[in-house]
T-cell receptor
Framework: ETGVTQSPTHLIKTRGQQVTLRCSSQ?????VSWYQQALGQGPQFIFQ???????GRGNFPPRFSGLQFPNYSSELNVNALELDDSALYLC??????????????FGPGTRLTVL | KNQVEQSPQSLIILEGKNCTLQ??????????LRWYKQDTGRGPVSLTI?????NTKSNGRYTATLDADTKQSSLHITASQLSDSASYIC?????????????FGAGTRLAVHP
């Protein structure tokens, strides 16, 4: 186990709804990254938070937003859900930004199904 | 375009046999290359991280190689075990100054049969 936890484990929503996913980073880690992994694909980078500020973002629309709290836990919010948002959402924490040799530790993921 | 391509897409081997997975990338600027193991329904777990100057790195029965000139990497698994059945993902870190963006391959799905 990596020490990174995510909740909920599974979630079913309908198109147009909003969802909030949560992540608790490994103790001492100040950076959290979120990824979307469609079935049979590699994870796609959504965004990264470093010390409570977003400092990097992938090719995802503004309806994907996030927060990082003072204890470095994080939330991923998705508004106006679409069918294509169905995926495994992974959270990863690291000490420092995802640069040089900083290793990322992944949580088990949240499986989101949009009907 | 910054991409990571892996081959084969899937592989079946018998327990005890060796195998090699391939990764080609076109990511620039290059920072480092990582191999992850992902069990079904779980998050990826890091196996190795290599920088530009490292040609090979081992982690138990896993050995990764990197040729930064040809932009190729391989992951060799020795004496495979049933527990090696998983997806193996090649990830290249793109150095962008303030943070490094990770570019993931689609993975190779390995099945080890008894």
């Amino acid at each position: 186990e990596t020490g990174v936890t995510q909740s909920p484990t599974h979630l079913i929503k309908t198109r147009g709804q909003q969802v909030t996913l949560r992540c608790s980073s490994q103790s001492g880690h100040n950076t959290v990254s979120w990824y979307q992994q469609a079935l049979g694909q590699g994870p796609q980078f959504i965004f990264q938070y470093y010390r409570e500020e977003e400092n990097g973002r992938g090719n995802f629309p503004p309806r994907f937003s996030g927060l990082q709290f003072p204890n470095y836990s994080s939330e991923l919010n998705v508004n106006a859900l679409e069918l294509d948002d169905s995926a495994l959402y992974l959270c990863a924490s690291s000490l420092g930004q995802t640069g040089s040799y900083n290793e990322q530790f992944f949580g088990p993921g949240t499986r989101l199904t949009v009907l | 375009k910054n991409q990571v391509e892996q081959s084969p897409q899937s592989l079946i081997i018998l327990e005890g046999k060796n195998c090699t997975l391939q990764c080609n990338y076109t990511v620039s600027p290059f920072s480092n290359l990582r191999w992850y193991k992902q069990d079904t329904g779980r998050g990826p777990v890091s196996l190795t991280i290599m920088t530009f100057s490292e040609n090979t790195k081992s982690n138990g029965r896993y050995t990764a190689t990197l040729d930064a000139d040809t932009k190729q990497s391989s992951l060799h698994i020795t004496a495979s075990q049933l527990s090696d059945s998983a997806s193996y993902i090649c990830v290249v870190s793109r150095g962008l100054g303030g943070y490094n963006k990770l570019i993931f391959g689609a993975g190779t799905r390995l099945a080890v049969h008894p």
